[in-house]
Every structure is written in C-alpha cells, then in structure tokens.
C-alpha cells in the first residue's frame, strides 16, 4: 500500500476528502486548490498519532505552515481533536 492511501484512509483523511468534495460541489473552493490542498495532505510527515477515549492527539515534525503572505515551518506541533457531538449530548 502507497503511503498517500493509508493517510487518506484514516479518519482525519477521510474527513478531509468529505469536506473539500462539500466545499467544491457549493462553489467555496475551485477544484484544483482542493487537488493541491489532498497533495500537501499525501506529503505530511506525521509523527505520531493515538486515539483514545474519542480524543484523535496528532504529532507532526517539522510541518510547514502557509498562507498568502507568509510560511512558517515549526519543529514539532500537536493537534488535538475530537467530535463536537460529544459536547452536545
């Protein structure tokens, strides 16, 4: 299996395919930014990652950050999600 699959076959991956199919069908974002956006995706470098009672924890090393203006690479950074259902119930 190419590495690219196992990333977009994860939870987090295939959240983000859904939402750039959303944004694409309702006009918010062109279908080659989407293209680009899944490419950056394929390209990550994740360190580590642990799920946990419904909490995702995400380590990257080394990840570049962008915008228009600027880019800022950050040597290790954590991203901590979970469902916002679980905050409604």
Known sequence: MVTFELYRRSMIGVCLT????????NGTLCPDLAI??????DKGHLHIYRFCDNVWTFILKDALFKNEESQETVGRFKIVACDSKLFTQ
Do not use: I
């Not at 859904?18 to 069908?25: G, K, W």
């Open 18 to 25: 859904e939402t750039l199919d959303e944004m694409v069908s």
């Open 36 to 41: 680009q956006v899944l490419v950056q995706f």
